[in-house]
């Protein structure tokens, strides 16, 4: 069991008898002690492989950009995300969906950033206390949430146009995702390397963020059938693309449903830093 699942099992006598919400914790058996102490439990992820180990063990999951408390729910625990922007979207989407009598829990890491995380949770909620501090964790209970406008996924997406070659790309993406609205350096160095490199067989675009590689190189060799596969719910809007423009879908589900597609070109190809800066490819 993890070091964060240890500290929320370790205050087994705060839990209270209400249903509980599960949002990106890990499925290390946290689910189980909660079932086995007689809680309603359900999960919300944005990590797919944890929401299939999820389900797979009978727990109630959604694989979705961002958690909707449901009303009943009396405990809501979070992993602290490592990214402060999704982070404060989370802290939104909880605030506005949950109930006024509700306790949120945030357990992290110190090195995932825990000890400055009271600062956005004090934006969203009048209450905020520290119940725990173990195996270098801290456990946060917030309480009371502050009014505040309704939670709209798609007034948090960010559209960025890049041009590839002779196409111009439009990709969308949510907090969360890497280089949020922008080009980061690496990216653009690797997509001026790919001008040179001639790219034959399967592809695989793994963590794809925006989808700004895999797409790109898709517009450059149109004749090639591809996928693209990202890890997180947040990533998901580029992923579904199999051709020009992409799109963010208005619900949590089209999101999610790239998330989880597998897009290919031909021949597995990998690239590493040293080929990287010498434009050489290893296949």
């Known amino acids: 069991m993890e070091p964060i699942s240890q500290v929320v099992l370790r205050n087994r006598n705060r839990w209270g008898d209400g249903p509980v919400l599960l949002v990106d914790m890990p499925a290390d058996g946290l689910e189980s002690a909660l079932r086995e102490a007689g809680l309603a439990l359900r999960a919300s992820n944005q990590e797919f492989g944890t929401y299939k180990a999820l389900s ?27 990214e402060k922007e999704r982070f404060a979207m989370v802290l939104h989407a909880l605030a506005a969906s949950m109930d006024s ?50 939670f709209r996924l798609d007034d948090l997406g960010a559209t960025l146009s890049v041009d590839a070659g002779a196409s111009r790309l439009r990709l969308c993406s949510l907090p969360g995702v890497f280089a949020h609205r922008r080009v ?7 997509l001026d390397a790919l001008e040179d490199c001639a790219v034959h067989g399967r592809v695989l675009d793994f963590a794809c963020g925006n989808g700004i590689v895999g797409i790109g190189l898709l517009k450059r060799r149109a004749a090639a059938w591809r996928s693209t596969t990202a890890r997180r719910a947040c990533s998901p809007p580029t992923g579904w693309a199999t051709s020009t423009a992409v799109s963010t879908g208005s619900s949590p589900t089209r999101h999610s449903i790239a998330a989880s597609t597998t897009i290919s070109t031909s021949r597995p190809i990998f690239f590493a830093a040293r080929e990287l800066f010498s434009k050489r490819t290893v296949e």
């Open 56 to 82: 797979a063990r009978g727990t109630a999951a959604e694989f979705a950009p961002a958690p909707r408390a449901e009303r009943g729910e009396a405990l809501i625990v979070l992993r602290l995300p490592r």
């Open 184 to 190: 980061d350096g690496g990216t653009a160095l690797l």
């Open 101 to 150: 009598d509700a306790r949120l829990w945030v357990v992290g890491e110190k090195r995932a950033g825990i000890k400055s995380a009271g600062r956005l949770l004090e934006q969203r909620f009048a209450l905020v206390d520290r119940l725990d501090n173990a195996r270098h964790c801290s456990l946060l209970e917030a309480r009371a949430p502050r009014a505040c406008p309704p």
